[in-house]
């Protein structure tokens, strides 16, 4: 399932927060940031680990990571990979 409405703009960065029901009742999460347009557009989809019993805090947490990512950049996110 798809938070298209919960959109969120950063720079030149959009977020899209995606969270997907488990069999478990528990939710993931995965985040998209996208720039650009037409031919030009980029999009970087994170899967991240952490996983929710709540839908709304799975969203937060998913648009907290893309702001996080699209405000440090994408070169001090991969060093920032590289150490763990």
Same mark, same amino acid.
């Given at each position: ?6 959109n969120v703009t950063s720079g030149k960065y959009l977020i899209s927060p995606i969270v997907k029901p488990l069999e478990n009742g528990w939710y ?10 037409? *031919?030009? *557009? ?43």
């Amino acid at each position: 399932m798809n938070a298209s409405n919960q959109n969120v703009t950063s720079g030149k960065y959009l977020i899209s927060p995606i969270v997907k029901p488990l069999e478990n009742g528990w939710y993931a999460s995965s985040v998209s940031i996208r720039s650009g347009s037409g *031919t030009g *557009t980029h999009d970087r989809v994170l899967r991240l680990t952490r996983l929710f019993q709540d839908k709304v805090a799975a969203v937060q947490y998913a648009i907290a990571e893309g702001l996080q990512w699209a405000t440090h950049g994408p070169a001090r996110n991969a060093q920032r990979a590289l150490a763990l």
